[in-house]
């Protein structure tokens, strides 16, 4: 791997979550289903990846409209109005269209009157995300900065391909950062290896090999993934990650109340979490009811815990992703309740 990117905030103005939202279809793709359309059963999908359902987007349903439906509920928790945002990320790997960017229709559908642009760091996406949007409010001095990430993966994934179709789901979360009288961000990591970026791609479509009758008769459009050596990188990658981010807060696995991964696979979270020893009650898990959902996997895992009293003020939240490109990301947080008074810009 190359040298880890890390940062531990200098003291002074502070940024913190103070809201939170989720955003999922209501249709419901279950293993069962997946039996009926491919060669495979709901104990194979089980044991090899936790998952048992997933949701999938509907006609009218897109990244951009679960990501302002997610972006309305953390602006409305953080008792804030689209007014206060001072800016707009929307982290996903299946924008809407190629042009304009998907956060454009997110501004417009949440009446923003901020700038936006989307993030594509995969599965790490929001997590690289949360730390823009810390250093927008802690360095920059925003007043609120509203951190999305939503994806369709089910619309880029090949339905006929059992080792990648039953992992994907679709769906958002969504955070607002605002300032707060604590650190919330205390440390993180960022990286990249990107000399294994063949390991999970969607080959066409771009400038590399762009759209022709060809790409689109052999697959190119779909997710292609080399499973085995994906596991055994992200493993490596996020207890690497998550201890070098621990020791830069000063803390360990033990001052860690929650653990919140990119919900990829069960098997590699519970791998991760041993490695880092931090106990199985402490490490949230959902993949069981939405899959991988690239993107929005932490947001919603994180909004998920705060809504089931899982955190509290003060508490050591722990995040970590790991995907496509291949990209890491972790973040230590504080838990504050982060709802203070915006000040003068």
Not at 187 to 195: E, I, K, M, P
Not at 231 to 240: G, K, M, N
Not at 278 to 290: M, S
């Amino acid at each position: 791997m190359n040298g880890p990117q890390r940062f531990t905030p200098p003291p002074g103005r502070h940024a913190a979550i103070s809201g939170w939202g989720i955003a999922v279809p209501e249709a419901r793709l279950t293993n069962q289903d997946w039996v009926e359309r491919v060669e495979t059963s709901d104990q194979w999908i089980v044991e090899r990846t936790g998952i048992r359902e997933r949701r999938v987007a509907g006609p009218g349903e897109t990244t951009a409209s679960l990501a302002i439906e997610a972006g309305a509920a953390a602006i409305k928790s953080a008792d804030l109005t689209p007014a206060d945002m001072g800016a707009c990320i929307v982290a996903t790997v299946t924008p809407d269209q190629p042009i304009p960017f998907t956060g454009a229709y997110v501004q417009d559908g949440l009446g923003l009157r901020c700038g936006a642009f989307d993030l594509d760091a995969a599965c790490s996406g929001f997590v690289y995300g949360l730390v823009t949007a810390s250093s927008l409010v802690a360095s920059a001095g925003m007043d609120a900065v509203l951190m999305i990430g939503s994806e369709t993966l089910l619309r880029i994934t090949d339905w006929s391909d059992r080792s990648t179709a039953v992992l994907f789901g679709d769906g958002a979360g969504a955070v607002v950062i605002t300032p707060s009288d604590e650190p919330g961000l205390l440390a993180w990591d960022l990286g990249c290896d990107g000399s294994a970026a063949h390991l999970l791609t969607m080959p066409a479509g771009g400038s590399r090999h762009p759209t022709t009758h060809e790409t689109v008769d052999a697959g190119g459009h779909y997710l292609r993934m080399e499973g085995q050596e994906v596991f055994r990188r992200a493993v490596r990658a996020i207890v690497e990650s998550a201890e070098g981010t621990l020791e830069q807060a000063g803390a360990t696995a033990a001052d860690v109340a929650l653990f919140v991964p990119h919900q990829a696979n069960a098997r590699i979270i519970d791998a991760a979490a041993a490695r880092l020893g931090i106990p199985p009650d402490r490490a949230f898990v959902n993949i069981d009811r939405y899959g991988n959902t690239s993107a929005a996997s932490i947001p919603l895992a994180l909004a998920e815990a705060a809504d089931a009293g899982r955190l509290k003020p003060g508490d050591l939240v722990l995040l970590s992703g790991f995907g496509a490109g291949m990209s890491w990301a972790s973040a230590v947080l504080r838990w504050t309740d982060g709802r203070v008074a915006p000040t003068a810009s």
